[in-house]
């Protein structure tokens, strides 16, 4: 049976198709009369996209400069920089008393800028992460401490970690890499601190997770003040903040699905963290983390100052919806950045 909902028609939002499909799935099992929407909403030229704009609230004085940034800036993309200019009213979408297409463009700009200094820091501990992990476990248990299963836990994930390092190895096209194959017999894969330069982060993480002792896990902590079980929660989220920035999503004011554990110590971390539930998810402890994790790594980093210039360039950036807590600017890292 097919029926149209006529709730908001114009040339704008056509009727809206639907069909009744009498019997429905859902995670309780299935139920009669269920009500799907079919979506008909037709494709919009540049052109289209900015009267759209324009109807809704929006002022773009240059329609030759939008339509430029809407043909290499797919409209998807900027939309989640234009929605919290919205004013909450739907389906209209309209937009906020003097919002300007200026306005989410220079919030994208924001958001680019901001993500490649992320990217910055978290190769720069990414490296430090690795470095650590293959000295410390190679200093115990010789130079290819990964093939000693009894170090580990969870024999089934372990064979799962050793199967894909195996692949990750055979793709490897790393002139350390050819070099072994090509030196040595045995054992057939290389040592700890040549392959954890060719694994994943994701892989990492998994690795450190997976080390039966939990004195190796400190061991390699240590470095960085922290608690093993932190800096393995840190560890596992960060994969996950990459990954968002690897893909270009939108990350200043995103709500991350992967938490962290806050660390308890040192205090000269701890005083910059902002432990309130409204923070939990946001990006702010992320970048304080890394801000705190690159100082050790390099003492002279221009990175925490920089971080702040581009915060602060931006006055009307809500901080909140990053997770910055009040008066941020004054705590020890930031201020210590300027």
Not at 223 to 250: Q, W
Not at 316 to 330: H, S
Request: charged content about 25%; proline content about 7%.
């Amino acid at each position: 049976m097919l029926c149209y909902c006529t709730h908001n028609q114009s040339e704008q939002n056509p009727p809206r198709l639907y069909r009744f499909r009498p019997e429905m799935r859902t995670p309780a099992g299935y139920f009669s009369g269920g009500l799907v929407m079919k979506y008909t909403k037709p494709p919009f030229s540049f052109a289209q996209q900015i009267a759209l704009l324009e109807s809704r609230g929006m002022t773009i004085p240059d329609h030759d400069r939008a339509a430029r940034y809407l043909s290499h800036i797919n409209y998807y993309r900027l939309r989640a920089y234009w929605l919290p200019f919205e004013n909450g009213v739907v389906p209209e979408h309209s937009f906020h008393p003097g919002t300007t297409f200026d306005s989410a463009l220079t919030l994208y700009i924001f958001d680019r800028k901001f993500r490649l200094l992320l990217l910055e820091a978290i190769e720069r501990v990414e490296v430090s992460l690795r470095t650590h992990f293959a000295y410390i476990l190679a200093m115990k248990y010789g130079s290819h401490a990964y093939l000693d299963e009894a170090i580990f836990r969870r024999p089934k994930y372990y064979t799962q970690l050793m199967t894909s390092l195996e692949e990750e190895i055979g793709r490897s096209q790393e002139t350390f890499i050819e070099h072994y194959r090509n030196t040595y017999d045995e054992p057939a894969l290389p040592p700890i601190w040549a392959i954890c330069e060719v694994m994943s982060f994701g892989q990492l993480s998994k690795w450190y997770k997976i080390l039966k002792f939990r004195k190796d896990r400190q061991a390699i902590a240590t470095p960085y003040g922290i608690d093993e079980k932190a800096l393995g929660s840190f560890m596992h989220h960060l994969t996950h903040v990459r990954n968002f920035i690897a893909h270009h999503c939108r990350l200043w004011n995103r709500k991350l699905t992967v938490t962290m554990t806050l660390p308890k110590s040192p205090d000269s971390l701890v005083e910059n963290l902002n432990r309130s539930p409204e923070a939990e998810r946001r990006i702010y402890n992320t970048v304080a983390m890394l801000g705190y994790l690159l100082r050790l790594a390099s003492p002279g980093t221009t990175w925490l100052k920089r971080t702040r210039q581009l915060i602060e360039e931006h006055t009307d950036l809500d901080t909140d919806a990053m997770g910055f807590p009040e008066g941020w600017p004054d705590l020890p890292l930031w201020k210590e950045a300027v």
